[in-house]
């Protein structure tokens, strides 16, 4: 394994540390480890605690923890909870889910024909027009408020949640409502700044309640 592939699981990490490898595995894992700090930072951090009593597995788990605390779309989920009572068990089984983590499910940047174009009127809305399989994405709102026009071909019902990128502050959470062709979800006078936006995915569209 080089650098420049992928890095090894926190399981293979914690077969390292508990000895497991085989003399291949071993090879190929210190052979990457040589080329990559950040793994080999994971590992010093992995090694400490286990010199603390952890062991190789706990601490495989604690790592995850750690990184499912600091993901963006699982704060806003934990702070979209503690706002919207309504929706209280929907967020919950979204924050429960796979697809609570920011990194695991497909992104789309702005929403690609959701940046506006520069000669477009001042009051014009900033279109995220997501694709089927998408359920988040980025949004740079420049100028002083914007109304964020979010299209989704997801049911009527499904969340949309707004965050900030930087703090991680809720901006707002919609159900998208019944569109002509797709559903959609607006969110008025959002202050200039760079946005997360998630949807809910797909499997609990049903638990969802439509105002």
Not at 19 to 37: I, Q, T
Request: proline share 6%.
């Amino acid at each position: 394994m080089t650098h420049a592939e992928s890095h090894p699981s926190l399981q293979q990490l914690e077969s390292y540390l508990d000895e497991s490898l085989s003399e291949l595995e071993l090879a190929v894992l210190e052979d990457h480890l040589a080329d990559c700090a950040e793994c080999s930072e994971t590992l010093r951090r992995m090694d400490a605690l286990l010199f603390s009593g952890f062991t190789a597995k706990s601490h495989a788990a604690a790592i995850a923890a750690e990184k499912f605390e600091a993901d963006p779309l699982a704060r806003a989920l934990r702070a979209a909870r503690r706002q919207y009572a309504e929706y209280a068990q929907t967020l919950a089984m979204w924050l429960a889910t796979a697809n609570a983590l920011w990194t695991a499910s497909p992104a789309s940047p702005w929403g690609e024909q959701g940046v506006v174009p520069v000669r477009s009127q001042q009051d014009a809305p900033l279109e995220v027009n997501l694709h089927l399989g998408e359920i988040r994405a980025t949004v740079h709102v420049h100028r002083k408020t914007m109304t964020v026009v979010v299209t989704s071909p997801l049911r009527a019902g499904n969340l949309v949640l707004l965050f900030h990128q930087e703090t991680g502050e809720i901006f707002s959470l919609k159900p998208l409502e019944p569109g002509e062709q797709e559903n959609r979800a607006a969110f008025m006078e959002v202050p200039r700044g760079e946005y997360y936006l998630a949807v809910a995915p797909p499997e609990l569209a049903g638990s969802t309640p439509v105002e």
